[in-house]
């Protein structure tokens, strides 16, 4: 029985992977989802996502959704990652004084 690619289509378009827990074997793992832009969920490997998909592999690189002993039909890359931020921290206030006052206090 193969999914029908239309519903596939609507599917990816309703489905985000905000992050992801995996195992080393992937076989084990927690995928937080969002479904048609409502707060993410915890999902675990083997519960359902929507309808008759569930989650049925999470690693290191996303997450894989389909039918229950079926082929995966839809594969969700994790997001990537804003840059680091880069520049320099202002210098600290008032801690050099406090040093400074406590060493002269001895």
Known sequence: QGIDPNALSALAGRIQLQGAFASVQGA????????DGQPARAVRVGQMVDGDMVLQRVDASGAQIGLP?????????????????????????????AMNNAANED
């Open 69 to 97: 002993d079926g082929p995966t039909a839809l594969t969700l890359p994790l997001p990537t990652l804003p840059p680091p931020a880069t520049g320099t921290l202002p210098p600290p206030t008032g801690v050099s004084t």
């Open 28 to 35: 084990r793992g927690v995928a937080l989802l969002s479904v």
